[in-house]
């Protein structure tokens, strides 16, 4: 049978209004009898709340939205695991987005996410470009970035690792295990992400006494298929080098393929050494030595910060950016360096 608020209240003995914030968790100023009167009410006829009205009373909808580059990247399911546990505690849903590391996509996400109402947006975005800014300037939720920073003033929190220090700490660790013409395959540079991991790996190399060599230097996708063509590349130009810093794991795992493909031994003749520690670093032969991203506790931060902001601010508009959260990297010792 279906029933209404309204016949709710009259069959309890109370207010349309008392029913309302029973229902909505706003009861603190009712009494425990009144709360359990309508609260059989509701159970003895089943009644389920209309989310959308409710959402057009309170101007939310318990709804946040996950915008990630690549799903398929080990890397990000962990992000996303942590936003989604925190979403589930504190009572609210996530709707997870893929845009393949493509601006009209991630522009097309916002704009939707957006018009559905969403409470707000976290996002891995895919460039440092001025049509980002456009995009993230018309949002017209509160937004924290996660993963990739981003100069915006449209933005309230980050969420990210210490890059730079990460991969000068992995140059350096390299180093330390006696190679000293590292050679660097990374994805491209489009995200500060990138660019700093680029910065921490020549970095380590100048501290070092080492010059750097833009021919051992190549940049293509983060994905297993680039690692392979960079080692070609490395290999088929006759470049001097005894080990290969990857910007990522995937590129590791690539890297690690082709070169045994080729005869060599690793780490004998070549070390290798990632970035992000995805499930299978420690599943290929030899395993992965890498720099951990604490992923999970990334998208749990991200999800932390936007549900404080939102309790604090609702929809007010952004200005500058609230809150920065820095997580540092830490180094994984295994057997291919």
């Known amino acids: 049978m279906k029933i209404t608020i309204k016949e709710i209240a009259k069959e309890a003995g109370v207010s349309i209004a008392t029913v309302s914030m029973i229902l909505n968790n706003k009861d603190k100023s009712i009494t425990d009898a009144t709360r359990m009167k309508v609260m059989s009410v509701v159970k003895k006829y089943n009644y389920v709340p209309n989310a959308m009205a409710g959402s057009l009373v309170t101007q939310r909808t318990r709804i946040v939205g996950l915008i990630l580059p690549d799903i398929t990247n080990p890397f990000f399911p962990g992000i996303a695991r942590g936003a989604e546990d ?125 010059v750097y060599n833009e021919r051992i230097v190549k940049f293509g996708e983060y994905k297993t298929d680039w690692g392979k063509d960079g080692v070609n590349k490395l290999l088929s130009e006759k470049e001097d080098f005894d080990a290969i810093f990857c910007g990522n794991d995937l590129i590791a795992i690539g890297a690690i393929k082709e070169l045994k493909e080729k005869g060599l031994n690793i780490p004998h003749d070549v070390g290798v050494m990632g970035f992000d520690d995805i499930y299978m670093a420690g599943l290929i032969e030899p395993s992965l030595t890498t720099v951990r991203q604490p992923n999970y506790n990334m998208g749990y931060k991200a999800m932390e910060l936007l549900l404080e902001i939102l309790d604090k601010n609702g929809k007010a508009p952004r200005s500058n950016v609230i809150k920065s959260i820095t997580l540092e990297t830490e180094i994984i010792e295994r057997h291919s360096i």
């Open 86 to 210: 925190k979403a589930n505690e504190s009572d609210y849903s996530l709707i997870f987005c893929n845009t393949d590391d493509r601006l009209e996509v991630e522009e097309k996400y916002i704009e939707s996410l957006t018009k559905k109402m969403a409470d707000g947006i976290i996002i891995a975005h895919s460039s440092n470009s001025v049509k980002m800014s456009e995009i993230l300037e018309r949002c017209k939720v509160p937004v924290i970035l996660i993963d990739r920073d981003f100069k915006s003033n449209n933005t309230l929190g980050k969420v990210l690792v210490n890059n730079l220090e990460g991969a000068y700490k992995a140059v350096e660790y390299i180093l330390s295990k006696g190679y000293k013409k590292i050679a660097y395959l990374s994805g491209s540079l489009k995200t500060q992400t990138a660019l700093d991991r680029f910065s921490g790996y020549k970095n380590a190399l100048s501290n070092n006494g080492i």
